[in-house]
Structures are given as structure tokens and as C-alpha cells.
């Protein structure tokens, strides 16, 4: 028989989410938030789903881990947002700061389909972007049910190796949620109590994969998307769904491109061996171009350190450093907007005629 749990409980609620959370007044409660909408959100509490809402500086994902209370008007409002464990952020593509993918998560899955051409950049920008949040990166193939047909892009073999050639130490899994071959693999992330967040392009897999893992229809596949004012098109359902034992999964609102951070410790895990070898070069501030003795280019002459990967690490840290820089400059920026406020603030009032 299956353990009766409640709603908290389902929604991921943990020993460690109790420890974090003040005390509570008795006309408050604790919630987890399952999605998110203009000026509202669904929360999920002890006792069910319920409404919340939010006022306009609220700033939510679902995942957050919330306090609400009731108001006299018997509806439900947010009194705090509880500090969240870990938080995947990407830059976004208009360079106006960071972005919130996802939060309280220990784990993500980043998809990719056998049907597609393999873009193994994209699993390894995911990867950094959740090892930068101090999360745990897997990589899931899916949809290995095609290759077995002839119907794939690349063989799950190859598309294994490709990414273990970037990838050196992301678990990778390879699934279908059509015959369920591989689940099981998946079954080590979900214990009770995990929350892992989904990333992946459009048409991955993501609700097909939920939906198998539930066992159940709870996640719309092929989703209707609503086209935005730019004419993109966006995903407009954004949910985390609870799987049944106490583990969650939260959907990453799907994104184009995966820019990342000021922050490089996500690309310094994953180029762990560019710093080791560095630390063998004959300069201690050896820029591994031409400098004389350079071990990473001695790497890259053996063919220990390949091209693509020497490639992305430049790349990237160019980007990372170009970030800070964006990010100096919206600080002083702001920081000068401040500055005009309070002088405007502090200035007399025009005289009256
Ligand atoms: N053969 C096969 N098809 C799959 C599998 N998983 C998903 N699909 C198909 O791939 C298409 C996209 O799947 P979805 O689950 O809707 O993809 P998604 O990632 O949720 O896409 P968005 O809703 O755009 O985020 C659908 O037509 C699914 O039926 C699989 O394991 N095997
Ligand atoms: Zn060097």
C-alpha cells in the first residue's frame, strides 16, 4: 500500500524546507508555489491547491517555497518569499540582467531528442548554468524509441559519446517515454522530497516524459503556444507537478538562447581539466596562446584537449567576462538613478507664484 501523504508533502515539503521556514503566526501558512500568472499564483498548501495573490513587485517561479496568510476578505496573500536553496538563472537574450529559470531544485534533466540534430553546446550551456547554481546536471536522450525504428537523426550511441565527449562527467540516460525503456535509470533522482527542474527545446519531450513518469495525463503534450508581440512564440503553461511519491518536477520555461552569467564557476566545474593543466604552464599568468611552455596548448597539439572544447571555453569565458562588464555597468547606472532620486527628494520645493 502506498503511504497517504499530504498535499505539502507531494509538493516536495522536506525535513530541510521545514528548517528553513520561520515560525509561523497561526493565521499563516506554509506553500509551495506551482505556478505562476499576472498578478496571481497557484499555490499548493496543506490542505490543496489554492489561488494567491501577488502584488506587482512579487517576484515568484514556481518552486518557491512561500508564507501566506489569509486576508479579511478570506483570500489568500503573500506575506514572505522563504530563501531559496538554489536559483538557475541565465542571461537574457535583451541583456537586461538575469533571468530566473528555476528555483529549489537538486537536479536537472536536460533533454534532447534522437529526432533532432544533436546540438551537444546547448547540454553543455544547461549543464553550467545549473552547476553555477550549485545543481546537479543529467543529461536525458529521448525518445530512443525512434532509433530502434531507423527513424532517429543520430544513433543513441553516438549521440551518447558526443556528449560524454563535452561532458566528461554529467551522468547521461538515455529514454523513451513511449515504451518506457529507461525510466527506471530515472528513478534515482526522483526520491521522495527532490524537486528537478526540465530543460530543453521545444518538442523535447518534456510533457511526453512527465506524463510516463506520473503514469498519467497531467501534463498537456504539443501545447498550444500563443505568439508574442515580436512574433516569437512562447509557452504560455508553466508548472510544477508533482509526481505522486513526494518528488517534483519543474518545468524550465523553454528559451532560445542560453546565455550565461557573470558568474564562471558553473564553466570552471565543467572545464575542470583547462585548470589543472594550467597550473602546469610555464607562466603563472600564461594567456595558453602562444606564450612559451603552455601546457593547455600542449594539450591541444596531443589532442587531449580537443578543438570543440577549447573553442566553447574561450567562447564562454569571453561571454562571462562581457556580462560582468554589463553588469558593472547596470550597478553604476542604478546606483546613479538612486543618487538623482534622493536629490530631487531632498531639494526644496519650487516656489509658488
Ligand atoms: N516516438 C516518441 N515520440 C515522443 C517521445 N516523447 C515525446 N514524443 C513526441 O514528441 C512530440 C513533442 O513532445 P512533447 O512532450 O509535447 O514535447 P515538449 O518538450 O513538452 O514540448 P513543449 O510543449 O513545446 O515544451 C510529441 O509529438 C510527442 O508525441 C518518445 O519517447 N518517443
Ligand atoms: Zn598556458
Redesign the pocket.
Known amino acids: 500500500m502506498k503511504p497517504v501523504i499530504d498535499a505539502l508533502a507531494v509538493h516536495g515539503w522536506t525535513a530541510d524546507v521545514d528548517s528553513r521556514i520561520r515560525k509561523l503566526a497561526p493565521h499563516e501558512m506554509a506553500a509551495r508555489v506551482v505556478r505562476v500568472d499576472r498578478g496571481a499564483c497557484d499555490i499548493a498548501t496543506i490542505s490543496g491547491i489554492t489561488r494567491c495573490k501577488l502584488g506587482p513587485r512579487d517576484s515568484l517561479v514556481p518552486g518557491d517555497w512561500v508564507i501566506v496568510e489569509v486576508d479579511p476578505s478570506a483570500q489568500f496573500v503573500l506575506t514572505e518569499r522563504v530563501e531559496r536553496t538554489t536559483e538557475i538563472q541565465r542571461v537574457d537574450a535583451t541583456g537586461t540582467g538575469n533571468q530566473t529559470l528555476a528555483v529549489n531544485v537538486d537536479v536537472m534533466f536536460a533533454l534532447h531528442g534522437v529526432d533532432r540534430p544533436h546540438r551537444v553546446g546547448r547540454l553543455e550551456r544547461l549543464s553550467i548554468l545549473a552547476w553555477e547554481a550549485g545543481v546537479e546536471p543529467v543529461v536525458v536522450i ?2 530512443i ?2 532509433a530502434d525504428q531507423g527513424e532517429s537523426v543520430i544513433s543513441v550511441d553516438d549521440a551518447k559519446a558526443e556528449v560524454a565527449s563535452m561532458l566528461a562527467d554529467v551522468p547521461i540516460h538515455a529514454v ?3 515504451t518506457g525503456q529507461g525510466l527506471d535509470e530515472l528513478a534515482q533522482y526522483l526520491q521522495p522530497g527532490s524537486s528537478v527542474a526540465l530543460a ?1 527545446e ?8 512527465v506524463n510516463a513518469l506520473v503514469g498519467d495525463s497531467v501534463a498537456p ?3 498550444t503556444r500563443i505568439g508574442d508581440n515580436k512574433g516569437r512564440h512562447t ?1 504560455t503553461w508553466r508548472e510544477l507537478i508533482p509526481l505522486g511519491n513526494g518528488a517534483v518536477v519543474v518545468d524550465m520555461p ?1 528559451i532560445r538562447t542560453i546565455g550565461v552569467t557573470s558568474e564562471s564557476a558553473g564553466t570552471d566545474r565543467a572545464y575542470e581539466d583547462i585548470a589543472e593543466l594550467a597550473l602546469s604552464c610555464r607562466f603563472r599568468d600564461c594567456g595558453h596562446s602562444n606564450e612559451p611552455g603552455c601546457a593547455v596548448q600542449a594539450a591541444r597539439a596531443d589532442g587531449t584537449l580537443s578543438d570543440a572544447r577549447w573553442t566553447s571555453y574561450t567562447k564562454l569565458n569571453r561571454e562571462h567576462a562581457a556580462e560582468s562588464e554589463r553588469a558593472v555597468e547596470r550597478r553604476q547606472r542604478d546606483e546613479a538613478r538612486e543618487l538623482l532620486r534622493k536629490k530631487r527628494a531632498e531639494e526644496p520645493e519650487a516656489p509658488r507664484r
Open positions: 529521448t525518445k524509441d525512434l523513451s517515454s513511449v530543453g521545444s518538442g523535447c519531450g518534456k510533457s511526453t516524459l503534450t504539443g501545447r509557452t523553454g
